[in-house]
């Protein structure tokens, strides 16, 4: 389900970072009775000080410059989720582009999809930092599809966040600079628990 033109399904949209070199993909990875976390490819790490030059630039209020920092993350990782969430953020709050940035988190959306099987009926808990980046996304897109008036899709999606989130945790819309990314830790491409804000 890799989303190649807008259309009218959840986590549609066109595909932002075209040239990117896919260097792993993500899997799961259980942590303990039905709960999971996403595993996301080394590259993640190796673009880690791409990634935050660019959230740095934008947190500094150069957006264009941010985002050509963060486009360059992608080359050297096409499946970064942190990176594919932080373009969809300055799209939408920057430029209130809910179409460009639909398909930036809908493009992250599809690249965790990929690494969850059909019926998949376990949890993806917020809280777990490998996990963030695609609730992230989620929210991204619940907030595009109620700027472009699509009330369903976005009742569909806050649905499939509750469910994967094992209904504890209501789905929040983060503040447009609460951008996380991977930081630190040993291991196959997954951040560690915890991360400064560095606001």
């Known amino acids: 389900m890799r989303p190649t033109a807008p ?3 959840v986590g549609g949209g ?21 709960d999971f976390e996403l595993v996301h490819p080394r590259c993640v790490r190796e673009m880690e000080l791409d990634y935050q030059e660019g959230i740095e630039l934008w947190e500094a209020g150069d ?3 941010a985002q050509d920092a963060l486009r360059y993350a992608l080359q050297g990782c ?11 953020r300055i799209a939408l709050d920057e430029w209130n582009d809910a179409t460009l940035a639909r398909g930036h988190f809908g493009y992250a959306f599809e690249l965790a999809q990929r690494a969850i099987s059909p ?9 777990k930092a490998s996990n963030r980046p695609f609730h992230e996304a989620i929210d991204g897109l619940i907030r595009c599809y109620e700027a472009l008036c699509k009330p369903g ?4 999606l806050r649905a499939l966040a509750a469910r994967l989130s094992g ?3 209501p789905v929040r819309v983060p503040h447009p600079r609460d951008a996380r990314g991977p930081a630190g830790g040993e291991g196959g491409g997954n951040p ?8």
């Open 7 to 9: 259309g009218p399904r």
């Open 14 to 34: 066109p595909k932002p970072g075209g040239g990117a070199r896919r260097t792993g993909g993500l899997s799961l990875k259980r942590i303990g009775g039905d």
């Open 63 to 65: 957006p264009e410059s």
């Open 78 to 88: 096409g499946d970064n989720l942190w990176v594919h969430v932080a373009l969809g």
């Open 119 to 127: 019926g998949f009926a376990g949890r993806l808990p917020r809280q």
């Open 153 to 156: 899709e976005a009742t569909e």
């Open 167 to 169: 209904g504890s945790r």
């Open 192 to 199: 560690p628990e915890s991360r400064p804000e560095g606001r």
